[in-house]
């Protein structure tokens, strides 16, 4: 076994993963960890994807690679021209056909004009018919007015009087719209003194909601714990800014995100449904961890950190 093979290895028992986790991880063979482990470098495919290969791992294990290799330089094959001879097929993206919607949609585009031109017509008819009934009915009211001016007339000249049934009448029709008026005029004075006696109860001013509360409740060297309170939502944000192994479990536990994330990948997860989360980052330096949109302080040594988050929804 080498000196960087036993470096590897190390690395890995103090994580506490195995081959089979470390293969899961970097999607590398386990039969071409091992010979790295054992420095059997002939048994990888050749120098280029030996140094790729003992980066990918360096990684998975929380060291730096691109160190690692500058280090055991001597140590490890040179990749020169030992670049893959063939490269996989690139699969040819087949031509887009317009989909359902395009179509309905330029069928559309084509029969709005006519649309839109019948409509105007139909507005402009019913326009017509407005104005045309209009005149109609003020014509009719012109008749009217004029046929009850000639009948006063008519009766102003005769000069007869109205008879003693209809006087009577008369006055008993004034007597009751006097009377009718003197209980509106009561209805209305009661009204206004209710409204007066009654005063309206005052409303009481809504208190503002809490605002979020990320707090640090333990820290040890490389484990955290936080509590979040008066939150509506759970969501984590994890910000790649280097290569490094990422879990993110919920205490149902499902695994959210159990991967190795790569320079300038971002991923976002809902965690609302969850009571807790724990986190697990392989270098705590490369990742940036946010809850709801604020940044987590997470030691950056040692490299391997454990964070545990507690949920609690806001009543």
């Not at 001879?85 to 309905?104: D, V, W």
């Amino acid at each position: 076994m080498t000196e960087l093979g036993q470096r590897l290895k190390e690395a890995r028992n103090d994580k506490g993963l195995s081959l089979e986790e470390i293969q899961s991880i970097t999607k590398i063979q386990k039969r071409y960890l091992l010979a790295i482990e054992e420095g059997n470098y002939e048994l990888l495919p050749g120098n280029f994807y030996t140094r790729a290969f003992i980066k990918n791992y360096a990684e998975a294990v929380g060291l730096h690679g691109e160190e690692l290799l500058e280090e055991y330089a001597s140590e490890i094959p040179k990749a020169n021209a030992d670049v893959p001879e063939s490269l996989p097929p690139r699969k040819m993206r087949r031509p887009s056909t317009p989909s359902k919607s395009s179509s309905a949609s330029s069928k559309w585009s084509s029969v709005f004009p006519s649309v839109l031109v019948v409509l105007l017509i139909v507005g402009v008819a019913a326009l017509i018919w407005y104005v045309v009934q209009s005149g109609d009915q003020k014509t009719n009211q012109n008749a009217t007015t004029n046929q009850a001016e000639e009948q006063v007339t008519s009766d102003e000249n005769s000069g007869s009087a109205p008879n003693s049934d209809e006087v009577s009448d008369e006055e008993n029709a004034a007597s009751s719209d006097d009377a009718t008026q003197d209980d509106k005029a009561k209805s209305d004075d009661e009204k206004a003194k209710d409204e007066t006696e009654e005063k309206p109860a005052e409303e009481k001013e809504e208190e503002p909601a809490p605002e979020m509360e990320i707090k640090k409740v333990k820290s040890d060297a490389d484990h955290s714990t936080y509590d979040i309170t008066n939150a509506d939502q759970f969501e984590v944000k994890l910000k790649a800014s280097g290569s490094s192994w990422v879990a993110l479990t919920g205490a149902s536990d499902k695994k959210y995100v159990y991967e190795s994330l790569a320079k300038g990948k971002n991923v976002t997860q809902d965690l609302s449904s969850e009571t807790s989360a724990t986190l697990r980052l392989g270098s705590s330096p490369s990742i940036e961890v946010f809850v709801n949109g604020e940044k987590l302080d997470i030691p950056k040594e040692p490299v391997v950190q454990n964070v545990t988050i507690n949920f609690k929804k806001a009543d």
